[in-house]
């Protein structure tokens, strides 16, 4: 784990690594989502608390239901797309507590705390999307995560029992580069970092 990544391997999953908003029709299939999920589970989460919900959306059943909550700029790219993951949390995550930490009582210091709950899903669901995008890139998949819906109707839709929530979605598959906007400026170490 000492060893640095290679810089083409840092430029697949940073440097040259593009949001994408068009698609090539190519599957993503069942065993590349599985391969997917079994990077992602092992990155870090406060007191291993997991989370994060991934529902892929892939038929064309599930996205129509899906659309029905897509902000209308992002509607096309959600057609396009081979697979739309839903990125959602557990409200409940700290249920499972006993079984992700089991050295220690993790569980009782969230019970009776929903602003805990809520502040501590929302936080590691959203680390857990970003480590999604990065799995997915050393995949060799592109990503193009997206905020533009409405929570409460893709709530409703998808999970009415109320447990899990959405955080926000994330188009993946295998991006069509021709369609790329050009890239948009990063802010300098000097404006965006102190070291003290």
């Not at 797309?81 to 949390?89: E, F, K, L, S, T």
């Amino acid at each position: 784990m000492s060893t640095a990544l290679p810089a083409p391997h840092l430029d697949q999953l940073f440097v040259q690594a593009r949001t994408h908003n068009a698609w090539t029709p190519k599957p993503v299939t069942d065993d590349t989502i599985r391969a997917l999920y079994d990077l992602l589970k092992w990155a870090p989460t406060a007191a291993n608390s997991n989370p994060g919900r991934f529902v892929f959306v892939r038929s064309a059943e599930a996205k129509a239901r899906l659309l029905n909550s897509v902000a209308p700029g992002n509607v096309d790219k959600v057609k396009e797309a081979p697979c739309c993951v839903i990125v959602a949390y557990d409200s409940e995550f700290h249920d499972l507590l006993p079984e992700l930490f089991p050295s220690r009582d993790m569980r009782s210091g969230f019970v009776g705390k929903p602003e805990l709950i809520a502040e501590t899903a929302k936080r590691n669901s959203a680390l857990q999307g970003a480590y999604m995008i990065l799995a997915a890139r050393a995949l060799g998949l592109d990503a193009g995560p997206m905020s533009g819906f409405d929570h409460a109707a893709l709530d409703a839709e998808f999970f009415p029992d109320g447990r899990w929530k959405s955080n926000f979605l994330c188009n993946i598959g295998y991006g069509d580069a021709d369609k790329l906007f050009p890239r948009n400026p990063r802010l300098a170490f000097e404006d965006a970092c102190r070291v003290l």
